[in-house]
């Protein structure tokens, strides 16, 4: 099997700091990678260069074997056109950490816009697929509620419908957790561990090591702009290799 | 503790105190106001009425004659075209000023530079007077072939040249507007347009503009009201609006006042009308904000949400 996601040397920087330092991370089918890392140490920026809402400034990343947001004709790699590089965003899900849904849509309008819009389903099969969907995430009462009316919990878990409703080869999750309070981390968490176990391509970047332990196939470590160790979950969380790794981690585990 | 006692501690004093049975104090000074006003405005609306060089009958002859209502309805369509223009030419303008593409966002703004920067009778009598400026247009490749061309005089008729001065002006103003209403949007809904697939014009139609409208329609129902009465301007380019119709009437009959009175009565009562359509739109662009009464059910929600 070959990866999905496939990243080379991806480099970024803003002005004169360097946030990505040479990527290179490979994704299967099918595994949840959570990335791991403190504040600013490049996992969003990576994150948001895999669909290309970030431009990168050296690498490359191809997803499903087509190369995200260039296009290679002869020998010149020319950037894509806008429509070209929606197309290729088209079946990637994306969660984020303000969950961004639409307000002046009510949820099932948010769940449906991208299925028909982009997609060109009909109505009526993507109503049904987004009710189905609203079930999952344990909100089927909620169809007609407007976002300002839930709370950031139930606003998360409709973005997670969301992201699923586009049929998804690919999900990016943006500290889907970070904004919300304490006790609404849970229910969007549950939700995310019932994907994993679905055989979803997710990619989490996230500061809930629990979530990690419980959830990911791999987890990827990034300090600094760089993949410091990755590896499995009882591996880098319960026996980390790197000093960086450890002092991350013992700020979370008392 | 110890020492007096607390008021609180003694339960006939609380029962006093319970806030439930608050009343508010009697507003006298509401009432001496509404008093006053009532008073004044009685007296004007009495003096008004009974003052004869108002000559109300003159008002009540002519406020329904066919040339005033002709006038009327040059003036309402002038105003709608032009907006209509004005409002597409102003959208396109607030985009090409917002776009990263240099030269579209410098020619916009040279644009909006020009047309809010000069007056707009100036900008009618200029396209009114244009065949004197340009005898001849032409659509062609400049400074090669020619495909087609008109005498201006054929083209510009005191119509073109009153919605062409009337549109072109508006869709400056227009252009700032819609480029604040775009701004106000959190820059986070359209990179999750984008994000899901959507292209960028897409984006703006579905994502961006609708939740834009909050911030464009106060200050477009401004700019609507202006215009009905900007359109007043083009009688000076022989253009036969409402203003010219009551004027073409008193510069027979010398009733300056009541003919005035006849169209100003008119311009009010659009205004009335379009204040309420305004009111309208704001509210279906309101919906899915906390104000509306659909967003009520947010406190029932709480304590089931958890």
């Known amino acids: ?254 | 503790m110890g020492g007096t006692p607390h008021p609180f501690d003694d339960a006939r004093d609380l029962a006093l105190r319970d806030v439930a049975r608050a009343r508010a104090p009697v507003p006298y000074g509401r009432r001496a106001f509404w008093a006053v006003t009532l008073l004044v405005v009685g007296k004007i609306g009495w003096d008004t009425a009974h003052n004869g060089n108002f000559e109300w009958p003159v008002v009540a002859e002519w406020f329904t004659a066919a040339s005033i209502l002709h006038g009327l309805s040059v003036t309402i369509s002038l105003t709608i075209v032009s907006m209509v223009l004005g409002v597409i030419l102003g959208l396109v303008l607030a985009v090409a000023r917002l776009s990263d593409n240099r030269l579209m966002s410098i020619l916009a703004g040279l644009y909006i530079w020009f047309f809010r920067g000069t007056p707009l009778l100036v900008q009618l009598i200029f396209w009114y007077n244009l065949s004197t400026l340009v005898p001849e247009l032409t659509i062609g490749i400049p400074f090669g072939p020619e495909f087609r061309h008109w005498d201006t005089n054929d083209v510009i008729t005191p119509l073109t040249a009153a919605v062409a001065g009337l549109a072109l002006n508006e869709a400056a103003y227009m252009a700032e507007i819609i480029r604040g209403g775009l701004l106000s949007v959190d820059p986070g809904q359209a990179e999750t347009a984008r994000a899901f697939g959507m292209t960028p014009i897409r984006a703006l139609w579905r994502i961006v503009i609708p939740q834009a409208m909050r911030a464009i329609i106060p200050p477009t129902g401004n700019q609507l009201i202006s215009m009905i009465k900007a359109t007043s301007l083009v009688s000076v380019i022989a253009m036969g609006d409402l203003l010219y119709s009551v004027q073409a009437v008193y510069n027979r009959t010398f009733q300056v006042v009541p003919m005035l009175l006849v169209a100003v009565i008119w311009y009010l009562l659009i205004t009335s009308i379009l204040n309420v359509g305004q009111s309208a739109i704001e509210r279906y662009y309101a919906r899915g904000d906390r104000g509306n009464p659909s967003a009520k059910p947010v406190l029932a929600d709480a304590g089931e949400a958890r």
């Open chain 1, 1 to 254: 099997m070959s990866p999905l996601v496939r990243a080379r040397n991806v480099h970024k920087a803003f002005g004169h700091l360097d946030v990505l330092k040479g990527i290179d991370l490979d994704v299967m089918p099918g595994e949840v990678v959570v990335m791991l890392g403190p504040s600013g140490s490049g996992k969003s920026t990576f994150l948001r260069c895999i669909n290309h809402l970030e431009t990168m400034d050296r690498g490359s990343i191809e997803i499903g074997g087509e190369q995200i947001g260039y296009e290679l004709r002869g020998n010149r790699l020319v950037t894509l056109a806008a429509r070209a590089a929606a197309k290729q965003r088209g079946r990637i899900g994306m969660v984020f950490q303000q969950f961004n849904l639409y307000p002046h849509m009510n949820v099932l309008q948010n769940i449906i816009e991208a299925p028909v819009g982009v997609h060109g389903e009909s109505k009526a099969e993507a109503t049904a697929y987004a009710n189905e969907l609203l079930r999952r995430v344990g909100l089927a009462d909620k169809a007609s509620a407007y976002p300002r009316q839930l709370s950031g919990g139930q606003q998360q878990r409709v973005a997670i419908a969301r992201a699923l409703a586009i049929k998804p080869q690919l999900i990016l999750f943006d500290e889907p957790t970070s904004a919300l309070d304490p006790e609404l981390v849970g229910e969007v968490l549950g939700t995310m561990r019932d994907l994993a176990g679905q055989g979803l391509t997710m990619i989490v970047v996230t500061h809930e090591i629990g979530f990690a332990r419980e959830a990911a196939d791999r987890v990827v470590f990034m300090d600094g702009g760089q993949i410091v160790e990755q590896g499995r979950p009882e591996d880098v969380i319960g026996n980390p290799s790197h000093e960086r790794t450890r002092a991350f981690l013992a700020r979370f585990i008392q």
